[in-house]
């Protein structure tokens, strides 16, 4: 039994985001990768779509310039042949602050003879944008129906 | 062959909501069900976890009291014997002011004997933070570095 591209994949991206090595990234990644990781990209130009591999690649340069990981934890994973969802949490250091900050999120990732063709991730962005701002948004509540 | 727990319990959630009649929702949970909703619980409190099927379908109740679903689009859907992944858009009216609100999320559950046992959901909190307030939040950039 071959390994399921997901586990290849995810051993590339945390060495090209720690290591800054995206060589083994790079083979992984399908010319025409479709990427997009939802969040608001005004504060974290990082976020946002991606299409093609060089995109891709120098997406994952601008996240390994901002973040280091400490720690992953896979909390849910289902496999398909060749697809896969996640949800994980991650625990990271903002360079610029050394902060750190702690994320919980979900991608769905296609593969392609072994490449990433597809990746959608979806995290809790709110949660985000506190950590990174350092102080929480005050916020009305949504509904009077308490 | 069977249909899977995920349909049937997707048509009973949504009737729960929009219908408000829970009764078929009550027949699709366990007793002992584990839900969480990531999300800022302070201005939208029916997010957050619940233990048991009582408080889940208290917290579907203030859901009820608060959207109407008009519109869910599955983009990606993986299942397993017992579980389910998947990623969808809504298109929701927020009940007090009429509002349209757009949501991507994504689901983990598991199922058994064609209940649902734990769900963990997983969205865009700042993109819904921003369309419930109706006006977006001045964000600083997070890093110098581009």
Redesign the interface.
Known sequence: MTEHSLWRFSRAFHRAINERRPEDLEALIDDDVDWTI???I????FLGARRGKAAVLEVCR?IA??VRILRHDR??V?L?VD?A?T?LRYSLT???TNKPISL???H?AQFKAGRLLNI?I????????EQ??GRP?H????????
Chains 1, 2 share one sequence.
């Open positions: 939802y969040g608001p005004d504060m974290f130009p601008q310039d901002n909390e849910t289902m398909g697809s969802a949800m903002a360079l610029d919980r999120l979900a769905f959608r979806i995290l809790d962005t709110f949660d985000l944008v990174a701002l948004i916020l009305p509540k949504f509904a009077s129906t308490f």
